[in-house]
């Protein structure tokens, strides 16, 4: 029973006069009141900072910064302007500040802002608290200790018995904070400078990295073989200025063999390789049996997730071999080798523990420089024993003006390189390597940079098939209509001219009859092909020129029609039904005894119906033209029409294709059909259909039949589905 007596806290009733509120008198506030009566521990806010007075929004401030501060996600966050617009009216901050937001929930938000760290100026929200030093000692301890638990518990206190949790400055200002030591407070400056150095650059490799993708444009890659498709992006590569002359790389491997260190590497297409004009010295690598391996493992891992791999990087593991870099980046004239003592180009490790053992917060680059010449030397020496090799520790090893000169190629040649596998048919068939620029003077921002084009570059190469094949396909056709159009005129002479012969041979019909080119070879070629010797009569022969001719016309027809189905097309509300049922009328009068059943409902598509008119004739003539070739004994079609979530689906079935016979793999491509590879079509009626449904934002496919168990049945079935018509879809907005 004890434990439900009640726990009785008596309150003075001086305290009331504080806050007539129950939980301002809660324990832990209560506690709070007992630490806080230590005075020479503590001291009033307002007395180690002053207020900012904040800018009216007409006040002709200078708003112009690199940095804002702004309230994301429940706190503070100091972000890099970009080129959308800032979240409402802004105010500068002075060089250094505490900005808090009044507003909050379950913690106050704060944040520590320095000019230092943050170089080109800061703006905040308008309506945020902004606290500057009274004097000229930094407040960055300070934002330390407001984050605290002590001071939280004041701030949530101030606003206790407030409909809105609303801090007010003169309560702010009157919050006891902890003032520390001397020592102490350098230690807890420190560790605010640290987390704002992190923060500083995260923001500015996330806005370099933002910066490289944006600076890369979408890019599709059309041409149409594989080889054609790696020159189309190198020449990308080139034209947007990703890479320089001597940055960019495919490697290759020269055999199949995983364990194997033998690798083709080239240059770009169309970057000359001045070794042709100048002789060029290839220094023998610092080969290292890890870094090879490493590499290797990357190389012939066949998956795709990762689009690129950053290597040579300060800061990360990954490092290109020796041998590599001696066949791209490290060849040199034999003059610059002499220079440079060089026989031996050393591995990335060489260069990276030289550098990093000297880089902190004071980059000592004549440090580096020191080690590198002494460790450069230590390393041709130790490997050839070159009698004419500075001796350790004397004054030529130590030679200032060597060291600036080999300094400056290592770090050329030891620049991070961003690795794009290229993939065919799921397997790895090289890699692209594009060196980006110097990382010395920041690391950080060079990966980030690096990075960014690696998303962007990856999107390419990872292009899905489909979409790479839907490109070319798209610009060969393209190039396909050019040359048409270049025929019409040729097509029109050819007419012309077939025409006047065929009135002339009409009115002399002792010239039509004769055989051409010559008797004698008309009779032979006649014999060899088996043929009618009237095949090669004059009228016969230019009968066949004139069908030729309207063969082309024909195939010149529907490529016009290929390229209008894949353009804008103006739609309106469609009766399928109806369209349907028209078509099948004209389609009963091709085949004998044909029975066609296509009466259905009406449902309405958004589409062209003219265009929609041209892809239900050729489905249906080639079901027609199927029919007559299998000689079916009861030949029939039978279309259906019906709405079902959101789309009008469609289906046409016959029964013409034998049950022992399959059907092709890939109907609706270009030259797929038996007809077109027999010379008997064009091979485009399908592509056309499959393109006019895409364009209307449906899709089509063609099926064998089947039973219920799976079992085949004769015939065919084109399915297609289209958006139905309603009034949002009419009103809908064009896609940008």
């Known amino acids: 029973m004890d434990d439900l007596v009640p726990h009785i806290t008596w309150i003075d009733p001086v305290d009331f006069e504080r806050n007539w509120h129950p939980a301002f008198h809660a324990p832990e506030y209560r506690e709070l009141d007992r630490r806080l009566q230590d005075h020479q521990q503590y001291a009033p806010l307002g007395t180690l900072v002053q207020l900012t007075k904040p800018a009216r929004s007409d006040d002709k401030a200078d708003l ?29 901050l002075p060089p250094e500040a505490i900005v808090i937001a009044s507003h909050f929930s379950a913690s106050v938000p704060l944040t520590h802002w320095d000019e230092t760290l943050f170089p080109g100026g800061g703006l905040t929200q308008l309506g945020m608290i902004v606290l500057r030093p009274r004097g000229s000692e930094s407040i960055d301890w300070l934002a330390y200790e407001l984050a605290s638990n002590l001071v939280q518990l004041q701030l949530r206190r101030s606003v206790i018995g407030s409909t809105l949790p609303r801090i007010e400055v003169s309560s702010l200002l009157d919050i006891q904070v902890r003032v520390p030591t001397a020592e102490e407070k350098r230690r807890l400056s420190e560790v605010v400078r640290e987390r704002h150095r992190n923060k500083a650059a995260f923001e500015r490799a996330h806005a370099l990295l933002v910066s490289a993708k944006k600076g890369v444009k979408p890019f599709v890659l059309t041409a149409a073989t594989f080889e054609e498709r790696l020159e189309q992006f190198e020449s990308y590569l080139l034209e947007q200025r990703i890479v320089d002359a001597q940055s960019g790389f495919f490697v290759e491997a020269s055999t199949t063999d995983h364990s194997s260190d033998l690798f083709v590497v080239r240059p770009l297409r169309g970057i000359r390789d001045d070794s042709v004009s100048r002789q060029r010295v290839q220094l023998q690598p610092q080969e290292d049996r890890h870094v090879n391996g490493d590499w290797r493992d990357w190389y012939w891992e066949p998956s795709s997730a990762e689009k690129f791999t950053i290597f040579n990087a300060l800061g990360t593991s990954a490092a290109l071999p020796s041998h590599l870099l001696a066949r791209m980046t490290a060849r040199i004239t034999p003059t610059a080798a002499a220079d440079l003592r060089a026989r031996i180009l050393p591995g990335f490790d060489f260069f990276r523990q030289a550098i990093e053992v000297h880089r902190d917060d004071d980059w000592d680059e004549a440090a580096a420089k020191q080690l590198l010449a002494s460790s450069w030397f230590a390393l041709q020496r130790g490997r050839l024993g070159a009698a004419e090799l500075p001796t350790a520790g004397t004054a030529a090893e130590k030679d200032e003006e060597f060291a600036d000169h080999l300094f400056e190629w290592l770090r050329y040649v030891f620049r991070p390189a961003v690795a794009l596998k290229v993939h065919r048919h799921g397997a790895v068939a090289g890699a692209y390597v594009l060196f980006g620029p110097d990382q010395l003077e920041d690391p950080a921002d060079a990966r980030a940079a690096l990075s960014g084009y690696g998303e962007r570059l990856g999107e390419v190469l990872g292009q899905p098939s489909d979409v790479i094949d839907d490109a070319a396909r798209r610009e060969s056709l393209r190039r396909l209509s050019w040359v048409m159009h270049q025929l019409n005129g040729p097509i029109g002479r050819a007419t012309n001219a077939a025409e006047d012969l065929d009135a002339f041979l009409k009115s002399a019909p002792e010239i039509a009859s004769r055989l051409v080119p010559s008797e004698a070879k008309a009779k032979a070629r006649a014999a060899m092909r088996g043929e009618d010797i009237q095949q090669f009569t004059f009228a016969t022969r230019l009968g066949e020129l004139t ?3 309207g063969d082309i016309r024909r195939l010149t027809y529907q490529i016009r029609q ?13 009766d399928l039904a109806e369209l349907l049922r028209v078509k099948a009328t004209e389609c009963a009068k091709q085949v004998h005894g044909l029975r066609i059943d296509a009466e259905n409902p009406s449902v309405f598509a958004l589409g062209n119906a003219d265009v929609l008119n041209e892809a239900f004739s050729e489905v249906l003539n080639n079901a027609c033209r199927e029919l007559k070739e299998q000689e079916i004994a009861q030949p029939t079609i039978l279309i259906r029409v019906w709405a079902d979530d959101g789309s009008a689906k469609i289906t046409i079935s016959d029964n013409a294709l034998p049950v022992d016979r399959q059907l092709i793999s890939n109907p609706f491509d270009e030259d797929a059909s038996t007809y077109a590879k027999q010379g008997r079509g064009s091979g485009l009626g399908l592509a056309i259909v499959r393109e006019t449904f895409r364009t209307h934002g449906g899709s089509c496919q063609l099926l064998e039949n089947r039973d219920d168990n799976g079992a085949r049945l004769a015939g065919v079935t084109f399915g297609a589905s289209l958006p139905l018509f309603t009034l949002d879809v009419m009103w809908e907005e064009p896609d940008a």
């Open 64 to 92: 112009t910064g690199r940095w804002l501060v702004r309230l994301r996600r429940g706190g503070l966050e100091v972000e890099e302007l970009g080129e959308e617009p800032p979240p409402g009216p802004l105010v500068p």
């Open 547 to 549: 069908k030729a001719i």
């Open 562 to 574: 290929l390229r209008r189905a894949q353009g804008d097309l103006q739609k309106q509300k469609c």
